[in-house]
């Protein structure tokens, strides 16, 4: 939400099949009029044909040296850079187009053309992206990697410079951090730190300046959820069920490990001095 505006993923995919975009010509980021619900305006890059899977990623906004960005990581494995429109304006009359800052390829080495035909092949595959873009100190950090039910078993966390302009992709990489597998989850920053879940069961903490592994964690079943940092402790739940409280902090320390009985697929909340932990059938309010 950004004043009278409201910025979406329209989750635009490929259809049952799972080898052919529907609606190649729809936009993968909107824009909406809170107040009255009206469709004010779109990006327009063309990423529906190249989209191997599906658009998951929700955008982000920051400010980025005095200026507002948006900040959206498109289905094709790209992630982008927008001029959010100006706050102070009427919302324009008809359905304008997000002007765009910069690009950046996540994956340069992943097919970008015909890219439903690497469906199922856990070698090669183009990228997309689960989680969220998130801002910090200048840098979006980002998880990406193969299709967790098509794609490559092969992920990354990395740190992208925020600061360009045009095309950033050989450019704007300040480090690659390797990760298990597949990842669908978001990072969590906290004292120059970030924690980021991956589908090979690995919690990893890594300096957020050099990208460095600090240390990790091999839970018993894969991460859906992300981690969330709240009180100085690291919160995430695994789908085989157990729920982990780590230190946060370069040195690893495990607190507790919670036997919940079934999946844990969202991420945990913390809101006034209670932690809410949602399993696939009941919802959990622990508090001191």
């Known amino acids: ?17 799972h080898k052919k975009i529907r609606t190649p010509e729809a936009p993968s980021l909107v824009v909406i009029d809170k107040a009255t619900g009206r469709y004010v305006a779109r990006d327009d890059e063309a ?17 980025v040296n005095g200026e507002r960005r948006l900040f959206f990581a ?29 690009q950046f390829d996540f994956d ?6 015909d890219v439903h035909r690497f469906n199922g092949n856990r070698r090669e595959s183009p990228s997309n992206f689960y989680g969220m873009p998130v801002f910090h100190e200048s840098a979006i950090y980002l998880a990406g990697g193969g299709d967790m039910y ?16 045009g095309d950033v992709s050989g450019t704007a990489e300040r480090w690659s951090h390797p990760l298990e597998k597949h990842t669908i989850g978001t990072p969590a920053i906290q004292d120059g730190l970030v924690y980021v879940t991956d589908i090979g069961r690995t919690l990893h903490c890594v300096d957020t300046r050099t990208g460095e592994l600090c240390w990790s964690h091999e839970a018993r079943g894969d991460f859906w959820a992300s981690p969330l940092v709240a009180d100085g402790k690291v919160y995430v739940g ?23 009985g079934e999946p844990v697929n969202a991420t945990a909340v913390a809101a006034n001095g209670t932690l809410y932990v949602a399993t696939m059938s ?3 309010a622990v508090s001191r």
Request: glycine share 10%; charged share 20%; proline share 9%.
């Open 150 to 165: 098509w794609g490559k078993n092969e992920a990354w966390l990395k740190c992208i410079d925020a600061t360009g302009r």
């Open 238 to 260: 695994s789908r085989r069920g157990d729920f982990w409280v780590l230190a946060a902090g370069r040195e690893k320390r495990v607190l507790a490990e919670i036997a919940l």
């Open 74 to 102: 498109g289905g094709n494995g790209m992630l982008y850079a927008f001029r959010p429109l100006p706050t102070n304006a009427p919302p324009p009359a008809g359905v304008t187009k997000l002007e765009k800052v910069w």
């Open 108 to 113: 340069p080495a992943g097919p970008k053309e």
């Open 282 to 284: 009941r919802l959990l």
């Open 47 to 63: 990423i529906a044909p190249r989209i191997f899977h599906c658009t998951w990623s929700s955008p982000a906004l920051a400010e």
């Open 1 to 17: 939400m950004d004043g009278p505006f409201l910025y979406l993923n329209t989750s635009t995919g490929v259809d049952n099949t």
